[in-house]
């Protein structure tokens, strides 16, 4: 196969599995949820959650966290997490770093602006047995409250192996 066509058909299979996760996640299909992940993924959703590591923590948070913002009983996310403007860099035949913006709307208030917060997914992706995965997952928050990290797809390794080297030598 071309190897242009090869990273073409790469990058549009995690643009998908960024795109599916939202909808997973807003519709709390969390079995399916947590294995578009890594068995060792790391996710950092900031805003007070912290730092979630492996497909069981990732769980068992996000259960909670669907019953706390639950509050009509719907069943489902009372958010929608549009994400748009992928961009995607190959930085291995297996690895790969992504960015999108994300677009959270709520959805169970009708009384009030359904636009919560705007971020950006800092991501990195994973191929095991043939399948993108995400491995690491950061979000930088926009607005209203402002929490960036930054940088462009490819640069994100580096700035997690600086952040590990130099942990508690404050």
């Not at 913006?101 to 043939?130: F, H, S």
Request: aromatic letters at 10%.
């Amino acid at each position: 196969m071309n190897k242009d066509y090869a990273a073409l058909l790469d990058i549009e299979a995690i643009k998908k599995l960024r795109i599916l996760y939202s909808h997973l996640l807003d519709t709390k299909d969390l079995d399916k949820l947590t294995e578009l992940f890594t068995e060792d993924a790391v996710c950092n959703f900031g805003g007070g959650r912290g730092v979630w590591t492996g497909r069981d923590e990732l769980r068992r948070n996000w259960a909670a966290v669907h019953t706390e913002f639950d509050t009509n009983r719907a069943g489902s996310y009372p958010f929608l997490h549009s994400v748009t403007n992928h961009w995607i860099e190959l930085t291995g035949p297996d690895t790969a770093e992504g960015r999108c913006y994300l677009l959270d709307w709520v959805t169970a208030q009708i009384d009030r602006n359904p636009l919560l917060l705007l971020g950006v997914y800092a991501d990195l992706y994973r191929k095991e047995a043939g399948v993108w995965r995400i491995s690491y997952c950061r979000i930088d928050f926009v607005w209203p409250d402002r929490d960036v990290v930054g940088g462009a797809p490819g640069e994100l390794r580096a700035v997690l192996d600086h952040a590990s080297n130099t942990a508690g030598k404050g």
